[in-house]
């Protein structure tokens, strides 16, 4: 079983920056296939980035390109989004989400085994 636990959400003005971090207790496999998606109130949830271990290319929301960035820390365990040049349109809770990637395709459209309880963005214009 794996746990994971988001950090680094918060409040913001439009134009700023956070960087959310998602630990992972332990990995028993080596390749994952790692994500970040967000759920605002009233709107259903959607992928942010999602990479797979040593991806050279992750995949972003159109909305987030160019202003996120995702990567992973392996010896931490960490997965971490860096998000700059926030929109009031990114206030949403975020979550992280992990699988062991042994098969399937490593996409927006997996269906993600572990999941962190999420961390809370607002931005304010």
């Known amino acids: 079983q794996v746990q994971l636990v988001e950090s680094g959400g918060g409040s913001v003005q439009a134009g700023g920056g956070l960087r959310l971090s998602c630990a992972a207790s332990?990995?028993?496999?080596?390749?994952?296939?790692m994500g970040w998606f967000r759920q605002a109130p009233g709107k259903e949830r959607e992928a942010v980035a999602i990479?797979?271990?040593?991806?050279?290319?992750?995949y972003y929301h159109n909305s987030v390109k160019g202003r996120f960035t995702i990567s992973q820390d392996n010896a931490k365990n960490t997965l971490y989004l860096q998000m700059n040049s926030l929109k009031p349109e990114d206030t949403a809770m975020y979550y992280c989400?992990?699988?062991?990637?042994?098969?399937?395709?490593?996409?927006?459209?997996?269906?993600?085994?572990?999941w962190g309880q999420g961390t809370q963005v607002t931005v304010s214009s």
């Open positions: 989400a992990v699988d062991y990637f042994v098969g399937g395709t490593c996409n927006e459209r997996r269906d993600f085994a572990y």
């Open positions: 990479m797979r271990t040593g991806g050279a290319f992750p």
């Open positions: 332990k990995y028993t496999y080596s390749r994952l296939c």
